[in-house]
């Protein structure tokens, strides 16, 4: 019987260990920017339109990307 008190005392103590642990905010970045597509090092072989795409991100938001 004292020995399964210790057992649910244990679980206990592992879950909220793991609960609190996931509550954690996310880490601190930095802005970043980079280009999708098209990817390094491809080539054209003809003059045509190529699609751009690329991304940004920052803790504060991105409110515009020049290119």
């Not at 970043?32 to 751009?52: M, N, R, S």
Request: proline share 4%; with cysteine.
């Amino acid at each position: 019987m004292n020995s399964n008190i210790w057992f649910i005392r244990l679980c206990a103590l592992t879950l909220a260990s793991i609960l609190i642990s996931a509550c954690a905010g996310a880490t601190a970045g930095g802005t970043y920017a980079w280009i999708g597509v098209p990817l390094d090092g491809l080539t054209f072989p003809t003059v045509q339109e190529i699609k751009i795409e690329g991304h940004a991100t920052s803790p504060g938001g991105v409110s515009r990307v020049e290119l």
